[in-house]
T-cell receptor, first 112, second 114 residues
Framework: SQKIEQNSEALNIQEGKTATLTCNYTNYSPAYLQWYRQDPGRGPVFLLLIRENEKEKRKERLKVTFDTTLKQSLFHITASQPADSATYLCALDRTAGNKLTFGGGTRVLVKP | NAGVTQTPKFRVLKTGQSMTLLCAQDMNHEYMYWYRQDPGMGLRLIHYSVGEGTTAKGEVPDGYNVSRLKKQNFLLGLESAAPSQTSVYFC?????????????FGQGTRLTVV
């Protein structure tokens, strides 16, 4: 069966360091991979999208890589700040904007 | 900008009662979705719609019905609520295309079935 796995353990990191989150998938051939941020009591908010033919995407302090051979995406937050503390979700999509499937999310806690 | 608005924000139901959750979007998006989020389970797709008048089943559709009579609204119905439907429900919308296909989410509805 199709599976999307993110580390369920919270990631505690010191301010200023780089946080790296992993999203692994099996039995899936996504065309797009997206990352979202979710704060407690709020809906997810879109951060980045990377296509299957792209290796890397950057947006400000965020970087996403996509390795379709390893079936893995890495999400990096560089120079992390306490305001980056949240849960980060990866989502896969086989077609443009249709039926996003989400991983369970990884909670990040950035300590000052 | 309102974006995606869900009504109500909180609700407590007794087992067997029915209710409808309303989702409205003002971005003229074609696609709309209903997800539920449970601890440790992530977001799971209940039903979705690719246009006005269309609906389709997602990953966990049992016990729910939906309707999309108007493009801007997507309704989720629970005919006979069960404790297993206690969850946080999120509505989302997106616009298909070859460019950015991000989904926009509402603020969620926290439903408790006792």
């Amino acid at each position: 069966s199709q599976k999307i796995e993110q580390n369920s353990e919270a990631l505690n990191i010191q301010e200023g360091k780089t946080a790296t989150l992993t999203c692994n998938y099996t039995n899936y051939s996504p065309a797009y991979l997206q990352w979202y941020r979710q704060d407690p009591g709020r809906g997810p908010v879109f951060l980045l999208l990377i296509r299957e033919n792209e290796k890397e995407k950057r947006k400000e302090r965020l970087k996403v890589t996509f390795d379709t051979t390893l079936k893995q995406s890495l999400f990096h937050i560089t120079a992390s700040q306490p305001a980056d503390s949240a849960t980060y979700l990866c989502a896969l999509d086989r077609t443009a904007g249709n039926k996003l499937t989400f991983g369970g999310g990884t909670r990040v806690l950035v300590k000052p | 900008n309102a974006g995606v608005t869900q009504t109500p924000k909180f609700r407590v139901l007794k087992t067997g009662q029915s209710m409808t959750l309303l989702c409205a979007q003002d971005m003229n998006h074609e696609y709309m979705y209903w997800y539920r989020q449970d601890p440790g389970m992530g977001l799971r797709l209940i039903h979705y719609s690719v246009g006005e008048g269309t609906t389709a089943k997602g990953e966990v559709p049992d016990g729910y019905n939906v309707s999309r009579l108007k493009k801007q609204n997507f309704l989720l119905g629970l005919e006979s609520a069960a404790p297993s439907q206690t969850s946080v429900y999120f509505c989302a919308s997106s616009q298909p295309g070859t460019g950015n296909t991000e989904a926009f989410f509402g603020q969620g509805t926290r439903l408790t079935v006792v």
